[in-house]
């Protein structure tokens, strides 16, 4: 058994932005050597997301806007008055979750014709960790 | 280390289905005579999901409507011009996640005693892949 | 190789209750003695929840009534009729999900700094089970 972890820091320059990390992902696999198995890529923080799923602009543009909709940023919440504003990021990070999985098979990472690793930057502009761990053989 | 992976491809007849692929996820843990690991069972597409919850009927209709509801189907997004219509099955499918895990124990899949592993078709009709993947010993 | 699995059972005196099982979390990763791996923690229920998030007290209020907001309990619902009055909590357990991961890499737990796991109970007041369970080696 093989165990591969690679940490990704991201820093936004927006408060939102959602980045395609599908190579990073790609890459963590080649390093790893490992031919199959699983990867997990997992958020170190509770207010951004990691999930998996077409990166067509528009479509990105839907989920963002659709986020806060379903969880809007407000100074309405009971975590606001502890000098945080962002309690619409933690609950957006729970709807869209903050951790996937992608397969690893013949070497190469399975994912769906329309399928992307992307990671939702929800209360940005300061470094986020992402691990993304490979374990198989 | 055992690793085992199924391929399951899924046609509707019609553009909404939920369909229990618990059989299925039991068919993989026993062909991989993994007696203890995991089962990633994964979507290859960002219009259907992949969960586990009870599969009464009466439930089984509320999740869909509850997700149209909450995901409205319209051509109100901005992925719809680009040809596509089914924005608000890429928003389900992010809602009801894409993937899920069971554990093997004694050979046999972990669930509890309500829990089935249930597969929705969220924008159906055409052929879709799902992944079914032992990991164990 | 090695896999240990742990069972916790949770009865809460309250119908909704948000608990830390982080220690319990890192007990199994000790107990297994795996140094590097992964942990599944998963609800054997599909009317809780388990995710990973900040445990500050005003935000996990701020989760109990966005579920409730999201997917409130009501007598308007197909499953309703059949006994059982608690379909909005199997919603909410698909919301905010009833399964998350966490890495073990050098024997100890890889959390965000103010990442805890956390337990919803969503439909309380009798016994549940919560399966722990690390792989790794």
Redesign the interface.
């Not at 997992?42 to 509770?46: A, I, K, P, T, W």
């Given at each position: 058994?093989r165990?591969h972890?690679d940490y990704l820091t991201v820093q936004t320059k927006q408060k939102r932005e959602f980045i395609n990390i599908t190579a990073n992902v790609r890459d963590a696999a080649e390093k790893s050597g490992i031919r199959?198995?699983?990867i997990?890529i997992?958020?170190?923080?509770?207010n951004s997301a990691v999930?998996?799923?077409?990166e067509?602009?528009?479509?990105l543009?839907?989920?963002d806007e659709?986020a806060n909709k379903?969880?809007p940023f407000s100074d309405q919440?009971?975590?606001?008055?502890?000098s945080?504003s962002n309690?619409g990021a933690?609950?957006q990070?729970?709807?869209?979750?903050?951790?996937?999985?992608v397969?690893v098979?013949d070497g190469k990472i399975?994912?769906?014709?329309?399928?992307h690793v992307m990671y939702a930057e929800l209360d940005g502009m300061r470094p986020k960790?992402v691990?993304i761990?490979v374990?198989?053989?």
């Open positions: 058994m165990i972890s199959d198995g699983l997990l997992s958020s170190l923080h509770g999930f998996i799923n077409d067509e602009a528009g479509l543009q839907d989920i659709w379903i969880a919440y009971h975590h606001s008055p502890r945080e309690a933690h609950l990070s729970l709807l869209l979750n903050h951790q996937t999985f397969s098979a399975e994912l769906g014709p329309w399928q960790r691990l761990k374990m198989g053989e």
